[in-house]
Structures are given as structure tokens and as C-alpha cells.
């Protein structure tokens, strides 16, 4: 893991010391809120539905025990004694006080941790692949690619002004588990001829104008990876529209301007920066892989797994993935118990799993997309103490990409944007598959659901997504099949009208009856939808 | 009705105008139709309350319950953690929102 | 009341600022206005017989301004380059890596918090205008970069 040497600590200090005066400012009334906002903003501090939100970056996902700790202690201190996964890889306290802001920050910053640019219309947080450096198919580890251009990206001043927020993911596998091609800038490394180099896709997005991005460039070589993103970015910094901020994200510059002609400016733009210098030598890549290097495996056998528990087994087999080294898995701690809040982790769990990841996982976990936290590297040989331990908790579903596994926004019970409530919906539709059974036989079916148009939820890349809207002042969920933010990237498309809070759970519920009816051997839900098309599922839901 | 929201500067709790003063519980909010603006300057250049707005309310049951949901939401909690809103022990506080 | 923060040793233009399209049509403006969508570009080919250029921040959230000033200093425009309008002092840390080294800012801003904001970061991560040394270049050894 990467670790802060006195040059980035430094940095963290100092943007602690500023924020904290920039909150002294507003609150003696030197600053106005309109002053405030995009300060405060460029410190992920919110002011949202009930109270200021504080959202804490987890750089690529990845953190410690620590770490771990240090945001439980968080949530005791100074909020209500939990926390909120988010689909970004990082953590939302929801219940801030602004006076308390600049502690928090402090305390962050003594665990090698930030707000730094979780929000304002700034390069935010890199995502990354949360199976980065135990994946089998990984051609490198993304993560010291995604360390490079976090601290690039770091008080940019040429881009802390853009025309709205910019968001980054670095992968290194054909499969994306990142949703890398629904970024502002999705960057995949490969491999050519040997050599390590970043495909580049940009002008991906979800939000109200959901668009999957172009592949602009093949093969950056390393050496030029910054000097490429950087005239990307200078592109859209200076030609993205600003006249409205609905249509102020890359995705709208690269679509209005074509693919092409976006490319062909950022290239002459490339060809100039690179006159600047503005690249970091290879070495400093090389310094931060040393951070990265693979932990110690252990010369475990491949253990066959001791199946008899029931209960166990279902879990292993559900939320474990292989691991590239023999003996070892990845395991997925769930935060979907059917009826839970999806995302939400109390201090204590937040503890446990800190504690489970030091004695088990090479002091490592990782944060998913998908809202659920990533113990990377466990013996098979340690598995049932570890199950054991989190279903204790509360934290052992076995419910890993099925039907409960659900994406949902905080919605309308938190947040100041949403026109409707998420939380329930998810809350209704995982209960309803848990109590029926029918959860393990529907296999991989990604739902994701948003509270409104901005699309946090990722509804438009669910193989069922659905979006709540208001209609005349009562919450409507509008229902779409056929979304996929994995490698086989494809946008949802709506079913018909919508229907209230229960009618839509049972819609759920109708569409996965005709996947049964429909499914060959072997087809996922989506396999089957993009098989059959609209029309069946259409018939059952509207007749 | 109007009445007045925004949030406390520094806990940023929500918080309603009570024609005095400001106060966590909406019940306690009071009409402002016409001196909204002019209240919502004051008590901002004070620095009392942080971006107030007035919005739309009803009396219900004798307290003002406001006509949108999502400031309903916002008066309360959470819906989904009645343990944190303002009416933790009322059962039916559900009801009051949808 | 025109406050202007400078950080330059020579005489300042004495006449007003042109807009761009009027220095590009005459030729005896040493002093022009940039505003946010303008091509700083247009500006490069006469470079050497402009003395000021403004560049217009009518909110400061437009950050098209930043772009600006580093494609002038990258073309190696050394004359005066001053950023004028809602120029705030949490900007000025960044304005002044992308090259400005004046600030005409509508409010006038606080002294003390300018030379605070100003002394602010130790240390930077990026090349920028300002020719400071990003800390990748502080460790490798190399303290002179770009």
C-alpha cells in the first residue's frame, strides 16, 4: 500500500491548515456561503438534506486497519456512530458539524487520508479495480498508475476550475469491474509488444445524459501518461460549455465535437505539453510501485474448502473469487443484508472488518463500487473463522452480484437532489428475493437504483436499473432493463411508465419471471434480455 | 402557509423561523408569508441561520407540515432510520411524511 | 478604488487594455484583455510587442482563465499577465503557478490574508508556470525541473 512520505504529508497538513481558516472565515462572516461553497465543496463538506456531509477519499479504494479504524473512530466521534460506502470507493459521514469540520480533516490527515477533491468541479477521487493486485487477469497492478495521478491531480491549478466535476478510473484486465468506460476519463493499461502503455477512453458518464466512452487513444506510453491526461483535461477546460450545467461534463464536449475532432485537439495539445516538461520521470513511477509490491503469500496448498457447514458453503461459494495466487481467495464482506441500509457500515463493523483484514487479509481491504468492502488476500485455510466472525456481525451475507446485492443512492432520505427515496425500494426488493429463496437461482443480476436524474445510483448501467422521479409531488420509479458497466459495457433502456414504491417492486419481481421462463442453460439476466429483446418483459409488465 | 428553513452555520442542523427565533422542530415554524425575505437577509447577515428559504406548508392537525415531501424528509430524519430523526419513539411518524 | 496586487519590478502599462479582437485588428495596443472565451492563442503570433494582457474572470468559477495564462507563459510570454475581475484570495495560490503576476480583483482583498494565502504550500505536485520544482523532481534529486 502506498504510503505518504513527508512530501505528501506535508501537503495533507497544509490543506488541513487551510480549510481550517477558510471555516474560521465563514463562520466569524468574512466569507459568504456563495464564497464558501466550492471551498468547502473542494474539502468534501456538503451541506445536505439534514446536516453537513462530509465524504472522505479512499484513494483507489484501498486502505489498511488503521484506516479502517480511524474512520470508526469517526463515526463515534462525530457523527452518529456510522458511516456510508459510496459508489465512488469512498466513505460519506452524513450528520457533520462545520465547526468540527477542520478536526475531522486532522484526524484524517494522521492516518495518510483526505476530503481533498471528493467533491467541486475539480478532478476528483481515482477509482480503481477493488481486486487490483490479487486478480488473476490483471496485466499490472492500476493502482501506482492511479497513484501517479492522484498527486497530479492533487491541487491541480490549472484544473480546479473546470466546468464541472471530473472523475477518473484506472483499470489493467479486459473484465472492468470499475465501470472504467462510464468516466469522464476511463484509463485501461495494456500491454503491447511487452510494453506497458494506458488506452485512454474519455467522455463516459451516467447522469442525465448517460453515454459510454470512446476509445480516443490506444497506447500512451508510460512516460507520457500524465502529459496525456493533463491535455486532455486543458481541452476540456477551455472548450467544455459552461453556459449549462447539464451539459458542462466532457461527455457532452466529446459528443458535440465528435469523437475525432476532440482527439484530434487533445493530440495537438499533447504534442505541445510535451515541449513543457510536465511529465514525472519513470523512476517516480517506479517509487510508488515499490508500495504496491505483493505481499508475502504464504506457500499455502490449494486447500479443498471444508464444506459442511451449509451455510458456509453458500457463502464461499458466493463471495469468494479466485485469487492469482494458489491457496488464496478474495471475499467480499457484504453490505447488503436483506432490509440493511446498502453501503451503510456501523463503527463497530467498521472495526471488525479492520481487525479481520489485519489478521487475515495482509492488512488490506478495498472498497467496491458495488458498496461492499473487499478482504483481497485470504487463505482458503482461514475462511470459515473469518465467515464465522462476520456473520456474527451482521456482515455475512452471501449475496455477492445477485438480486440483493443492490447499488442504491442515499436518496431522498438524505440527499437535498433526489426527487424520490432509493433506500426502501432496495430495502423492499432484497427482503422480497430473501424471503422467497429465489435469490441464489436468479445468479448474477445487478440492480442498481437511483433517487434521481444524476444517476449516483448507476441505474442506467443496472441489468435492472430504476430511477425515482417525483410526479406531482409522489415518488414514481421509472423501470430499465438491459445496463451493464462491466466489460460488456451497454446502457438500460426504460421498460414504459412507471409505477409507485410497491409497483415497482413487484415489476422486479414479474421481470425476473420471465428471465426463468425465458433463460437457456447457462445465461445470465442480461444474457437473456439482450437475446429476447424489450417486448416480453414489456408484455408481462403492461399486458 | 410560508414558512422559514435553512440550517444552523455551524451544527448545520435544520432549522425553522419561530418569529423569534429558530427551532430544530417544524412545529414550532410560523407563517412568514410577505417578510421572508426581509427575515431570511436579517438573520443571515447575523449569521442565526446559513441559506434560508421559505417554503410551502399546511396546518396539519394545528402545526404546519410542509406541502412537498422532500422538505417533509428534511424535517424529520430519515425514513429509513427513525432512531435518528426528530421522533424517534412516535411509530406512526411514517405517515406524517408520505 | 483600484487595488492592484503586483509582483513585478517594472513600470506598469499606462493605458487601458484592448479586447482581442481590436488588438488583432490594429497594431498599436501594447495592452490587451483576454476574456474567458477568447483564444489565448490569437494573442501568440504578437507576443513580442505586448506589454499587459488582462484576463477577465467575471466569476470566479470560470476557470478558463487558468488555461489561458499557462498557453501565454508556455509560448514564452514574459510581459505582465494580470487577472482581474472576481479574483478571490483562495485563488490566488493557483493563479499565481499558472503565471499571473498581477491581480486587479473587483472586492479588495484582505493583506494579510493575501501573504498567508501566498506563502501557503511548501511544496506543489505538478509543473506549472511558476517553474517551481514539483516534488517528484524534489525526489529524484532533481531540484531545477522544467
Redesign the interface.
Given at each position: 500500500m502506498y504510503k505518504y512520505?513527508t512530501?505528501?504529508q506535508?501537503?495533507v497538513d497544509?490543506r488541513v491548515?487551510?480549510f481550517r481558516?477558510?471555516a474560521r472565515?465563514?463562520?466569524d462572516?468574512?466569507l459568504s456561503?456563495d464564497?464558501f461553497k466550492?471551498?468547502r465543496l473542494m474539502n468534501g463538506l456538503y451541506?445536505q438534506?439534514?446536516?453537513?456531509m462530509l465524504r472522505v477519499a479512499i484513494p483507489y479504494g484501498t486502505l489498511d486497519s488503521r484506516q479502517m479504524h480511524a474512520l470508526a473512530d469517526i463515526a463515534d466521534k462525530y457523527d452518529?456512530g456510522y458511516g456510508h460506502f459510496t459508489t465512488r470507493q469512498n466513505i460519506q459521514y452524513?450528520?457533520?458539524?462545520?465547526?468540527d469540520a477542520a478536526d475531522i480533516l486532522a484526524d484524517l490527515a494522521k492516518v495518510e487520508m483526505h476530503a481533498i477533491q471528493t467533491s467541486g468541479?475539480c478532478i476528483r477521487n481515482i477509482s480503481s479495480d477493488h481486486f487490483a493486485g490479487a486478480a488473476a487477469d490483471e496485466v499490472a497492478d492500476p493502482r501506482p498508475y492511479a497513484e501517479l495521478l492522484r498527486?497530479?491531480s492533487?491541487?491541480?491549478?490549472?484544473?480546479?476550475?473546470?466546468?464541472r466535476k471530473f472523475k477518473i478510473a484506472v483499470i489493467a484486465s479486459k473484465k472492468d469491474r470499475a465501470a472504467m468506460r462510464l468516466h469522464d476519463i476511463g484509463i485501461r493499461i495494456v500491454k503491447r509488444d511487452g510494453a506497458l502503455g494506458a488506452a485512454f477512453y474519455v467522455g463516459g458518464g451516467m447522469g442525465r445524459t448517460p453515454m459510454i466512452a470512446p476509445c480516443i487513444r490506444e497506447f500512451v506510453p508510460l512516460d507520457q501518461l500524465v502529459t496525456y491526461a493533463e491535455a486532455c483535461l486543458?481541452v476540456y477546460?477551455?472548450h467544455g460549455r459552461?453556459d449549462n450545467k447539464y451539459k458542462a461534463r466532457i461527455k457532452i464536449l466529446v459528443h458535440e465535437l465528435g469523437a475525432e475532432e476532440y482527439t484530434r485537439q487533445v493530440e495537438e495539445e499533447f504534442a505541445?505539453l510535451l515541449?513543457?516538461?510536465?511529465e514525472?520521470?519513470l523512476?517516480?513511477l517506479e517509487?510508488i510501485k515499490t508500495y504496491f509490491e505483493e505481499p508475502l503469500f504464504a506457500d499455502a496448498a490449494a486447500d479443498a474448502l471444508d464444506r459442511s457447514d451449509p451455510d458456509f458453503a453458500l457463502w464461499a461459494d458466493r463471495n469468494t473469487v479466485p485469487h492469482k495466487t494458489a491457496g488464496y481467495v478474495s471475499a467480499v464482506v457484504s453490505l447488503k443484508p436483506p432490509g440493511g441500509?446498502p453501503g451503510d457500515a456501523t463503527a463497530e463493523q467498521m472495526r471488525l472488518m479492520g481487525d479481520l483484514a489485519k489478521d487475515y487479509s495482509c492488512d488490506e481491504l478495498r472498497v467496491m463500487h458495488t458498496q461492499n468492502i473487499v478482504l483481497p488476500h485470504v487463505r482458503t485455510a482461514d475462511l470459515h473463522t473469518l465467515w464465522t466472525a462476520l456473520d456474527a456481525a451482521g456482515l455475512g451475507s452471501p449475496n455477492l452480484d445477485t438480486v440483493e446485492d443492490i447499488i442504491a443512492c442515499p436518496g431522498?432520505?438524505?440527499c437535498?437532489l433526489?426527487?424520490a427515496?432509493s433506500?426502501?425500494v432496495a430495502?423492499k426488493i432484497a427482503t422480497r428475493f430473501a424471503d422467497s429463496g429465489k435469490t441464489a437461482q436468479l445468479g448474477e443480476l445487478k440492480l442498481k437504483i437511483s433517487g434521481c436524474i444524476n444517476a449516483c445510483g448507476h441505474h442506467h448501467a443496472g441489468h435492472i436499473g430504476i430511477l425515482g422521479v417525483?410526479k406531482k409531488?409522489?415518488?414514481n420509479y421509472q423501470l430499465s432493463l438491459g445496463g451493464s458497466e462491466a466489460e460488456d459495457v451497454s446502457l438500460a433502456k426504460i421498460t414504459g411508465p412507471g409505477f409507485d414504491e410497491d409497483g415497482v417492486v413487484d415489476a422486479v419481481d414479474t421481470v425476473t419471471q420471465v428471465y426463468e421462463r425465458e433463460r437457456r442453460d447457462g445465461e445470465r439476466f442480461i444474457d437473456t434480455y439482450r437475446r429476447i429483446g424489450m417486448t416480453p418483459f414489456k408484455e408481462a409488465l403492461y399486458g | 402557509m410560508k414558512i422559514l428553513t435553512g440550517?444552523d452555520?455551524?451544527?448545520?442542523?435544520?432549522t425553522w423561523w419561530t418569529g423569534s427565533d429558530w427551532s430544530l422542530h417544524v412545529e414550532d415554524a410560523v407563517d412568514v408569508t410577505g417578510s421572508e425575505e426581509e427575515i431570511a437577509r436579517r438573520e443571515e447577515a447575523a449569521?442565526r441561520v446559513?441559506?434560508p428559504y421559505a417554503i410551502a406548508a399546511d396546518l396539519h392537525e394545528g402545526s404546519p407540515r410542509p406541502?412537498?415531501?422532500?422538505d417533509r424528509?428534511?424535517a424529520l430524519?430519515?425514513?429509513?432510520?427513525p432512531d435518528?430523526t426528530l421522533k424517534p419513539a412516535d411509530p406512526d411518524i411514517g405517515n406524517w411524511v408520505i | 478604488m483600484v487595488d492592484i496586487l503586483r509582483y513585478r519590478d517594472d513600470e506598469a502599462v499606462g493605458h487601458a487594455a484592448v479586447t482581442v479582437d481590436s488588438f488583432l485588428d490594429q497594431s498599436n495596443a501594447a495592452a490587451v484583455r483576454v476574456e474567458?472565451g477568447d483564444d489565448a492563442r490569437a494573442l501568440l503570433p504578437h507576443l513580442e510587442r505586448i506589454a499587459l494582457v488582462e484576463v477577465n474572470f467575471p466569476a470566479?468559477?470560470?476557470?478558463?482563465g487558468?488555461?489561458?495564462a499557462?498557453i501565454l507563459r508556455?509560448a514564452g510570454y514574459d510581459g505582465e499577465l494580470r487577472a482581474v475581475g472576481d479574483v478571490?484570495v483562495?485563488?490566488l495560490?493557483?493563479?499565481r503557478?499558472?503565471g499571473y503576476d498581477s491581480f486587479e480583483p473587483d472586492a479588495p482583498l484582505?493583506a494579510g490574508?493575501v501573504e498567508?494565502a501566498l506563502a501557503?504550500?511548501?511544496?506543489?505536485?505538478?509543473?506549472?508556470a511558476d517553474q517551481r520544482a514539483?516534488?517528484?523532481?524534489?525526489?529524484?534529486g532533481d531540484g531545477h525541473?522544467?
Open positions: 512520505d512530501y505528501d506535508q501537503m497544509t491548515a487551510e481558516d477558510q472565515r465563514r463562520l462572516g468574512s456561503e464564497q466550492p471551498l451541506l438534506l439534514h446536516a453537513y452518529r452524513n450528520w457533520i458539524k462545520l465547526e468541479n498527486q497530479w492533487s491541487f491541480h491549478p490549472e484544473f480546479s476550475y473546470l466546468p486543458r477546460n477551455r459552461r505541445l515541449e513543457q516538461g510536465v514525472p520521470p523512476a517516480e517509487r441500509i431522498l432520505d438524505y437535498s433526489a426527487n427515496r433506500i426502501p430495502q417525483d409531488g409522489v415518488e | 440550517n452555520l455551524k451544527t448545520g442542523a435544520v449569521r446559513n441559506v406541502a412537498h415531501i422532500k424528509v428534511r430524519g430519515p425514513t429509513v432510520r435518528l | 474567458p470566479f468559477g470560470d476557470g478558463r487558468y488555461s489561458s499557462r508556455e478571490l483562495d485563488q495560490a493557483y493563479m503557478r499558472c484582505d490574508d498567508a501557503r504550500w511548501p511544496d506543489v505536485y505538478q509543473v506549472a514539483p516534488i517528484w523532481a524534489l525526489r529524484h525541473a522544467a
